[in-house]
């Protein structure tokens, strides 16, 4: 199962999980124009090869895998998915 990026992103859009990641999974970079839009950043569902590398890049402990994701944070999830597939 991928990787979710959840709520701590908010306050930080760091994007050293965009230069981790192998596949290019995470979006939006700094560099896109979407950035300014978007509260944070999230991961492809469909593109993630669940390597585990961005997590520990992440200076604000946003990333857990699918299945380690908080109760409190399991609607993430889907709003990781829905920015790419909906
Ligand atoms: S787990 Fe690996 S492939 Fe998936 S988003 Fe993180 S760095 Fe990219």
Redesign the pocket.
């Known amino acids: 199962m991928?990787?979710v990026i959840t709520s701590p992103c908010q306050s930080s859009r760091d994007g050293a999980?965009v230069d981790?990641?192998?596949?290019?999974?995470?979006h939006p970079s700094e560099d896109e124009p979407q950035f300014g839009v978007h509260p944070q950043l999230y991961?492809?569902p469909l593109?993630?090869?669940?390597?585990?590398?961005?997590?520990p890049?992440c200076p604000v402990e946003a990333?857990y895998?699918h299945e380690e994701v908080p109760d409190e944070q399991r609607e993430y999830i889907e709003i990781n998915a829905a920015h790419y597939h909906n």
Not at 47 to 55: F, K, L
């Open positions: 991928p990787y999980c981790a990641c192998p596949v290019d999974a995470i991961i492809d593109s993630c090869i669940e390597c585990g590398a961005c997590a890049a990333i895998a």
